[in-house]
């Protein structure tokens, strides 16, 4: 079993609807949670990052990490065609270099 | 640059074949990494230079594989005797700090195709 799981989708959305992404994950040391967005034949980006448990707002997107249940989720409100991308949670510990561990990545389609 | 170059962009590679991927950081950044992305898949880390020192290469999958950063700027991923199961896109990333997990920035990557 892989470290973080992300439900691969696709999930298709019309466009204004609110967009619920989610990972799970398994190593407790995990203390940074980020989000990237992937737009096909382009490096990930990063979309937001959250330290430890909380939630953290930027405009449209909204991450929330609960880790007494190993839970993350990225919101997007009023979804927009150029949504469109795949979508990455990533997680690391914080103590000296840490690698990123990457779920699988959920294709996100917003149509007009 | 204003940005993590990576080149070629697309590399087609007989099997067998040894190839070379090339990465430019953005100026001053300190830390480097490169990752490997099989199609539907997330990025999954091969290897970690921090100036020139290569300090992890636990991701690497075999022998085959062999990064360098000489002087702590460009760097290069080579794999030697490719197979097809090397085809992947390979992204480089770089940081301006190692505790930071959440400032890397990425490269468009090199898509390898193996026939």
């Known amino acids: 079993q892989k470290e973080v799981e992300q439900d691969p989708g696709p999930l298709s959305v019309p466009e204004g609807a609110i967009v619920s992404l989610n990972c799970t994950y398994s190593?407790?040391?995990?203390?940074?949670f980020m989000w990237y967005r992937q737009y096909s034949r382009k490096g990930p980006e990063l979309l937001m990052y959250t330290y430890s448990s909380g939630n953290k707002e930027d405009g449209r997107f909204t991450a929330q990490v609960d880790k007494s249940s190993k839970y993350i989720s990225l919101f997007i409100r009023d979804s927009q065609p150029s949504d469109s991308a795949t979508y990455l949670c990533?997680?690391?510990?914080?103590?000296?270099?840490?690698?990123?561990?990457f779920g699988t990545g959920t294709r996100l389609l917003v149509s007009p | 640059g204003a940005g993590v170059s990576q080149s070629p962009r697309y590399k087609v590679a007989k099997r067998g074949q040894d190839v070379a991927l090339r990465c430019d950081p953005i100026?001053?950044?300190?830390?480097l990494f490169w990752y490997q992305q099989a199609l539907g898949q997330g990025p999954e880390f091969l290897t970690y230079f921090q100036n020139e020192a290569q300090l992890d290469k636990s991701g690497l999958p075999s022998d085959r594989f062999f990064a360098e950063r000489p002087e702590g700027s460009v760097s290069t991923l080579k794999i030697q005797r490719t197979q097809q199961e090397d085809s992947a896109v390979y992204l480089c990333?770089?940081?301006?700090?190692?505790?930071?997990?959440?400032?890397?920035?990425f490269g468009s990557g090199t898509r390898l195709t193996v026939v």
């Open positions: 100026s001053g950044h300190v830390s």
């Open positions: 990533a997680m690391s510990g914080n103590t000296g270099f840490q690698k990123l561990v």
């Open positions: 990333a770089s940081s301006l700090a190692q505790n930071r997990p959440y400032g890397y920035t």
């Open positions: 190593n407790s040391a995990f203390q940074y």
